[in-house]
Every structure is written in C-alpha cells, then in structure tokens.
C-alpha cells in the first residue's frame, strides 16, 4: 500500500522558519519525483517545488526561490521541505506529491499539512 504522510505544518509568524516532512513508502519504481504543492483559499494549486530520486535535479517556483530549500534522506524515504522567511501569502495546505514514472504515470497524493503564517 502506497503511503505519503505529511508533517510540521503550524502556525508561526512572518519572518520565521518551518520544516515539512514527507514520508513515502510503498512504492517502487525506476524514476520518480517527490514534490509539494500548496493551494491558499480561493486559489488555484501552485507547485512550489519538487526533486529528483536521485536528489540531483531540484525545481523551485520564482515565489519561494532562495527562501525553501528541499532535499531527501533516501535511507528514510523522507522529502523534507524547509522554510525561511516566511511571509503571510505563503499561508495554504500544502501537500506532498509523488510521481511515479513507469508503464504509466501515476500521481499519488499525501493528505495534507496546513501552514500559516501571522503577519
């Protein structure tokens, strides 16, 4: 059974820092991405950033580029995804992806962390 469990969202002021965590288990494929998305109130779903199985090759949005850094612990089968300077606009659920590239393309989807930031 595929699993993709979130953490360590939270509430923290603007300016401050958080760290996500993703679990995936359950799966096994050649290639896959592991990333995360977040969706605000009235808006639509925005990838903010995701990486590579081997942890080579990362992607970041232009609205949190220089302030999240991902990065994976292979032993763990954890994606971690941490957050600096956070401003009030990076308030959303954010949720965690993982994308698996074989005979087909398979999209598996954790339940979601909220995250808010007080201004």
């Known amino acids: 059974e595929v699993q993709i469990v979130e953490s360590g969202g939270g509430l923290v002021q603007a300016g401050g820092s958080l760290r996500l965590s993703c679990a995936a288990s359950g799966f096994t494929a050649d290639d896959y991405t592991i990333g995360w998305i977040r969706q605000a109130p009235g808006k639509e779903p925005e990838g903010i950033s995701c990486i590579s199985k081997s942890g080579r090759t990362t992607f970041y949005a232009d609205s949190v580029k220089g302030r999240f850094t991902i990065s994976m612990d292979n032993a763990k089968n954890t994606v971690y995804l941490q957050m600096n300077s956070l401003k009030p606009e990076d308030t959303a659920v954010y949720y965690c992806?993982?994308?698996?590239?074989?005979?087909?393309?398979?999209?598996?989807w954790g339940q979601g962390t909220q995250v808010t930031v007080s201004s």
């Open positions: 992806n993982a994308r698996v590239y074989g005979l087909d393309l398979v999209d598996y």
